[in-house]
């Protein structure tokens, strides 16, 4: 099995209040694994976890296997080296710097991901091209979205993490961002993508993961999560 990530027994805590329970999960080379769930779920505890991300000082247990060594020790910084790219919710540009300045700044960090020039990052989002002397500051939230993952991608991941890529975005952006997206796991990419708009999700998803007061009730493969019951009445709606 060709795991590019997993994940096991990862267990979070603020102070006394455990955010997320006893999680684990996996993605596979070339797999898209959508975990969805309401707000304050432990979606974005979950993946700062696995990235190395701690904002305030949580209790993280557990140990992530990151192309078969535990880097459960490292820093995020470390971790990102090896490797494991996370596109943050607010996404991170730098808003004076223009579009190419931002990707400029952005090395390869390993040898082992699929590297990304800046010509491939704009063949990939042509809208990023148009407006590549634009502040990222006065950027739509589409197209910041787009750079933020361009600047993910410059780092060369095998495994990109993306937090809630959608929140902001017209629902056609967010089809198309995820498109985008769902085509980068062709050459081998892992993604594993926090999405609270299930709809979305499952259009791209090999597999979902719903999470519930920190604790995954239910998995399965996109098919599946379309027919089960709880998925449908909680997140699609009555369908
Ligand atoms: P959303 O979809 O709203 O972003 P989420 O599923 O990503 O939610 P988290 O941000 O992981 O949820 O939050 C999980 C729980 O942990 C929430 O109850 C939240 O209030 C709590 N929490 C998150 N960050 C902290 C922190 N720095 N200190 C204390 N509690 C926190």
Redesign the pocket.
Known sequence: MNYVVQAEHMHVR??H?V??KDISISVKEGELLAIA??????????V?AIAGWS??T?RVSGTVTFKGDDVSKLRAEMRARRGIALVP?SRGAFAEMTVHENLSMVDAKNDEGKNFEIEDIFGLFPRLKERRSQQAGTLSGGERQMLAIGRALRAAPSLLIL??PSVGLAPRLVVEVLQHVKELTQDGLAVLL?E?NVRAALEVADRLSL?EQ?EITATGTADEMREDDRTISAYLGGL
């Open positions: 603020y102070g209040s955010a997320v769930g309401a707000n304050g779920a432990g979606k974005s505890t979950l700062n904002r305030a949580p919710e937090d809630e926090v609270q999470i920190g």
